[in-house]
């Protein structure tokens, strides 16, 4: 897996779209980090 977490405002979608041809999608970072933690807790217990 491979991601970025860039920060935009609100108004600013259509500048990946038109440079890179790529989403951007607005989401919760402390959602993301929540889930994320609670992911890598769960794969990595007992390794």
């Given at each position: 897996?491979h991601g970025?977490l860039?920060?935009r405002?609100?108004?600013?979608?259509?500048?990946?779209?038109?440079?890179?041809?790529?989403r951007?999608y607005?989401?919760?970072?402390e959602?993301?980090?929540t889930?994320?933690?609670a992911?890598a807790?769960d794969?990595?217990?007992?390794v």
């Amino acid at each position: 897996m491979h991601g970025h977490l860039v920060p935009r405002f609100n108004k600013d979608t259509n500048f990946m779209t038109t440079t890179a041809q790529t989403r951007v999608y607005g989401v919760d970072f402390e959602a993301i980090y929540t889930t994320l933690k609670a992911k890598a807790a769960d794969h990595f217990t007992g390794v």
